[in-house]
């Protein structure tokens, strides 16, 4: 094991070990609603289709600029699926809100779904979904302009994020073979691209089988269920796999006899027989908690923006980890 690589170990295992403790005792955040331009257009009027959004900043944020992360809904959309909560983020999305502001982050979760009349997708066959990867990766790069124009964001400290159907947007904002990613990357009078992007079990088929190939815009990291059956893992593993030997910057992390959205709340095994897509189509799929995997894959999260978005000094920073991560 080389020195970097056992440092960034120490730092996984030291911030692993303070999730838990961090969680507990952050304050009630308070988003602020917001609005912005998707790239995308509405195709009766022509118009830019107006994404909503809630916003999140850092307790004893003092104006200064903080890097940003654009967190990206699955296929259930962002938003808690109890009526009484139902203009509140989902417990996972909420959980992922608090981690991230208590390290000093700007964190906006932008809405794809209910602006364009939808309030969640998961049960609608892929054949005949109206919201595309094409869709969500100008709602991500119309969120990263937003963030961009912010005075209390630092422009070239913005990454994406995302779950299941998120997941893969962010795969998809990502790729620099993608046409509108190159040029956008490559605009030299422009604030610069996402600076890292990280993903939370997705759909990789779709980005090992593209036309053009596959080449990452910025570090990206891959979290996935070994026993995955609604987003396979095997494709995810050969995209990894062939993009490190391309020497692109890419990990992965596959987490053994776990299923999708092993990162929400503690609940037991559930057979969604609702969703029509998946591994067995028409036979369901499997959603299933794994708290060990979620906190492994929260610490590993942390070092891993803390390293490709460098934040201000500050109260919060983990001083072990930190510690190690600057070794």
């Not at 996984?12 to 912005?36: N, S």
């Not at 700007?106 to 209910?114: A, E, K, N, T």
């Not at 997705?202 to 990291?221: F, I, T, W």
Request: with cysteine.
């Amino acid at each position: 094991m080389t020195r970097a690589r056992w440092c960034r170990e120490v730092a996984v295992a030291a911030i692993a070990a303070a999730v838990l403790q961090g969680a507990a005792a952050a304050a009630p955040l308070v988003p602020e609603r917001v609005a912005f331009d998707s790239l995308d257009r509405d195709p009766r009027t022509g118009e830019p289709v107006r994404i909503t959004g809630l916003l999140f900043r850092p307790d004893g944020h003092d104006g200064s600029r903080r890097p940003a992360v654009v967190a990206l809904h699955g296929c259930g959309g962002m938003y808690s699926a109890l009526k009484s909560k139902r203009d509140e983020l989902s417990a996972r999305h909420r959980a992922m809100a608090e981690l991230l502001t208590s390290e000093g982050y700007v964190v906006l979760f932008p809405d794809s779904f209910r602006p364009r009349g939808h309030d969640e997708i998961c049960t609608i066959e892929n054949r005949r979904r109206t919201i595309t990867q094409a869709n969500r990766r100008l709602d991500a790069q119309g969120a990263l302009v937003y963030l961009q124009s912010r005075a209390d964001v630092a422009p070239d400290r913005v990454a994406s994020l995302g779950w299941s159907h998120g997941a893969s947007t962010v795969l998809a904002a990502l790729n620099t073979r993608q046409s509108a990613v190159a040029a956008w990357k490559d605009r030299a009078s422009s604030p610069p691209y996402f600076r890292a992007g990280v993903a939370f079990y997705p759909g990789c088929g779709d980005s090992l089988r593209a036309r053009d190939g596959y080449a990452v815009a910025a570090p990206l990291e891959l979290f996935v269920g070994g026993a995955d059956d609604w987003t396979a893992p095997g494709p995810c593993i050969d995209l990894a796999k062939k993009l490190a030997a391309a020497g692109e910057p890419v990990a992965i992390t596959v987490y053994p006899d776990t299923y999708h959205g092993f990162d929400g709340p503690s609940a037991q095994k559930q057979l969604r027989l609702e969703v029509p897509n998946g591994v067995h189509p028409g036979k369901g799929v499997t959603v299933a908690s794994n708290p060990a995997a979620r906190d492994d894959a929260y610490a590993r999260l942390k070092v891993f923006l803390r390293d490709w978005l460098p934040r201000p000094p500050g109260p919060g920073r983990d001083s072990a980890a930190a510690a190690a991560v600057a070794d």
